[in-house]
């Protein structure tokens, strides 16, 4: 996991634990994280192997639905979301792209949560929240 992609309120997963995490501080050589669905406050420090532990969570339908966003409709493999102004297209892959323009090469890619979160702060000057957090394994 590239630590740049971190920031106070990411989700990510740790090996140790099926629950995901959020980051609650980062200092240089270590990150605390709030273990979301069980009580396991850490840090890297307490983890057998540090940041090499820590990994990106796959975008689910059950993520987007936590965060909000509403399910528009479907066609063959595809399943369109909604939230604000954004349109969400899922398939392996989340994709997203402003409700006025269905042009294909406007599409960006994202496949996990803290991605999703960093766009969503990026775009609307606010955090993706999530009304609960589901289990990753």
């Known amino acids: 996991m590239n630590l740049q992609e971190l920031r106070l ?14 980051v609650d501080g980062i200092k240089t050589h270590n990150i605390w994280l709030m273990c979301l669905g069980s009580h396991c406050d ?31 409709y ?21 994709f997203f792209l402003n409700e006025d323009d269905d042009n294909e090469e406007d599409f960006i890619k994202v496949e996990f949560v803290n991605r999703l979160q960093n766009i969503w702060f990026d775009l609307n000057n606010k955090e993706l929240e999530f009304k609960h957090y589901p289990k990753h394994l």
Do not use: C, H, M
């Open 9 to 22: 309120g990411t989700v990510i997963g740790i090996k140790s634990s099926d629950y995901p995490q959020r």
């Open 42 to 72: 850490l840090s890297t420090d307490d983890v057998e192997n540090g940041v090499k532990d820590l990994y990106k969570i796959k975008i689910t339908e059950d993520w987007l639905l936590s965060a909000g966003f509403e399910q528009k």
């Open 74 to 94: 479907t066609f063959e493999d595809r399943t369109w979301f909604k939230k604000g102004k954004w349109l969400f297209e899922l398939r392996d892959k989340l």
